[in-house]
């Protein structure tokens, strides 16, 4: 099943935004949870990925310092906390689940990403 994920919309340059993703399935709590990125006429890029018990993540350098990841495994979800935004981080952010429990920059190791949330940043 695919998760759902939300919270994207405009914003401006530097400000704050909470993407959350609802995930189902009784493995949850098994697998490591990834975010990715496409930006229009470019590929899908990682973002961010949190690994089962949510104590070890990784991040693609163009958003360190900025983006936080984190998880509920009560509540099946995902969350990516995004700050000092640029318009370079516009694009469609999707979540999905690892097959593995750590955490991965690998895309190809994530099944049935979600539909996405458009998020846009203006200067």
């Known amino acids: 099943v695919q998760p759902v994920e939300s919270g994207g919309r405009p914003v401006q340059a530097g400000d704050s935004l909470r993407l959350s993703c609802a995930a189902s399935?009784?493995?949850?709590?098994?697998?490591?949870m990834g975010w990715s990125r496409q930006a229009p006429g470019k590929e899908r890029e990682f973002v961010a990925s949190?690994?089962?018990?949510?104590?070890?993540?990784e991040y693609a350098d163009s958003v360190k310092g900025r983006f936080t990841i984190s998880r509920d495994n009560d509540k099946n979800t995902v969350s990516l906390q995004m700050s000092s935004l640029k318009p370079e981080d516009t694009a469609v952010y999707y979540c999905?689940?690892?097959?593995?429990?750590?955490?991965?920059?690998?895309?190809?190791?994530?099944?049935?990403w979600g539909q996405g949330t458009q998020v846009t940043v203006s200067s």
């Open positions: 399935g009784v493995g949850f709590r098994l697998h490591a």
């Open positions: 999905a689940q690892s097959t593995s429990h750590m955490e991965s920059s690998t895309l190809l190791n994530y099944d049935d």
């Open positions: 949190i690994n089962w018990s949510g104590e070890g993540t």
